[in-house]
Structure formats: C-alpha cells, structure tokens
C-alpha cells in the first residue's frame, strides 16, 4: 500500500532545499509558486528570484530530488516559470527576519 502525499508534505520538504546564493529555503524565498498532487505524481510550479539566474537547473534538480525521496512519490514534474516575475514581496516575514529584510 503506497503512502498518500499531500501539498503540505510538499512544501515541507521543499523547505530543505535552498538557493545556494540565499541562505533561505525555497518556499520561505517566495520561488514555489504552486503544488499539485495527483494521485501520487507531483507537479511543483516555482520560479527563480530573476530569469537569468544561472542557479536555475540545480534548485530545479535539487527540488525533484528532494520530492523524489519522499514515499509514497511516483512521478515528479518541475515546471520553472517567469510569470508572475518574483519579487521580494513574496519571501515569508521569518526569512526577511533572517535576511534583515
């Protein structure tokens, strides 16, 4: 019997993956922009703090990888999009604290 994953279990374990040019997780930057859980295949829908950011294919790796790991996971779809454009307006008040934001 194969374990059910939700969208929290998600973003939970999306938090352990970080920018490595910002010490802040993705979720707590603002990058994943949706969760879809289907089953058990996960579609993640996240950006980067700007489209150029060479960084891109590793979060983007590093985000699969972690989802991945988790059981229960089939299938793991991550879709990098630029629209809406991030902006510092979405990181959390905690990793703005931490930023000194």
Not at 32 to 54: A, E, R
Not at 70 to 99: H, R, T, Y
Request: proline share 7%; net charge negative.
């Amino acid at each position: 019997m194969t374990t059910a994953v939700s969208k929290e279990d998600i973003l939970e374990t999306l938090k352990s993956v970080y920018d490595p040019e910002i010490p802040v997780n993705v979720v707590d930057l603002g990058l994943v922009y949706d969760v879809q859980v289907n089953d058990n295949d996960v579609y993640v829908q996240m950006t980067l703090t700007f489209p150029g950011c060479g960084m891109g294919p590793y979060i983007a790796q590093q985000a699969e990888w972690a989802i991945q790991d988790m059981e229960g996971v089939e299938e793991v779809e991550i879709e990098m999009v630029f629209d809406p454009p991030w902006s510092p307006d979405l990181i959390s008040d905690e990793a703005k604290a931490q930023l000194g934001l």
